[in-house]
């Protein structure tokens, strides 16, 4: 048996549409993701689809971050002595 986790960033769905529908919104959102776009339902499914493949048989107690880069970006802006911020 496996256990795997699928930990979404933005993620754009019905309930979160009425946000992107300000213009200012979406683009800053956007902007913060490396990949430039807010991730989709289809997007997580796809990864839950290779979870529950035979070529994932070998994943086992994983955390599967699912957000265009998002959580690598935000640890960026964490202040650490010694490392210089890179834009």
Known sequence: MRSNVLSP????????????QDRTVLERREAAIP????????????????LASDRAGY?????????GGFENMLMSLIPRPGFERRN
């Not at 960033?9 to 019905?14: K, W």
């Not at 990949?35 to 290779?50: H, N, S």
């Open 35 to 50: 990949l430039g776009r807010i991730g989709t339902p289809e997007d997580m499914a796809q990864v839950v689809l290779f």
């Open 9 to 20: 960033a933005l993620v754009r769905t019905p309930m979160s549409e009425p946000f992107y």
């Open 59 to 67: 994943v086992n107690g994983q955390e599967i971050l699912v957000g």
